[in-house]
Structure formats: C-alpha cells, structure tokens
C-alpha cells in the first residue's frame, strides 16, 4: 500500500477545511505565547487561572489546544495579564494584490 505525502499550506485549519480558518490560526498562535510565558513564569496552572481570572479547568483545556471558547480579544488580554505589551498594527498587503491576511507576530 504506497501512501503520498501532500504538502500543507501555511493554516493547518484552512488546509482542514475548518471555517474560520485565520481566526484559528490567530488564537493558536496567541495560546502558544500564553504557554510560554506560563512555563517561562514556572506558573501552575492553578496560580496561571488566578492570574487571568479563569478557572484552572479552563487553562487546561486552553492548553491542550480547545481554545473555542476564548476570543482573540480575551487571548490578548491574558498576554497583558502575563506582562506583555500587544501592539495591534495595520497596514495593506506586502504585496499588490495579495489577499489581505491575519496573523500574529
């Protein structure tokens, strides 16, 4: 049985077929900073849900990848909480005619 590799886009949603694809891609994104930061702080998780006034069940699922129920806004909150200065910038596309995109720095 051969079995053929394909290669993905840049959104593992988009390449999915999932709707929302960018706005994945955006939280993902942002939740893998706020994991970061927690274990850079050597938080618990515990002490993270305080922090960013959530409960601990909730930072767990968050982590383990089921973000759904968090906003981006809320996402950007929680870097704040975390010490971190979020700077919002829009400009138009690198390039003429390119679709205009959503993503995290």
Do not use: W
Request: proline share 6%.
């Amino acid at each position: 049985m051969s079995k053929t590799a394909e290669t993905g886009g840049d959104n593992v949603f988009a390449d999915l077929g999932l709707p929302n694809a960018e706005e994945h891609l955006v939280k993902a994104s942002l939740v893998y900073k706020i994991d970061a930061l927690i274990k850079q702080r050597g938080l618990k998780q515990v002490e993270a849900a305080d922090l960013l006034g959530v409960k601990q069940p909730d930072i767990s699922k968050m982590l383990r990848g089921d973000f759904r129920q968090f906003s981006v806004d809320r996402l950007l909150r929680f870097l704040v909480a975390l010490g971190q200065d979020v700077e919002i910038v829009v400009k138009p596309p690198r390039e003429v005619g390119a679709p205009p995109t959503l993503r995290v720095a």
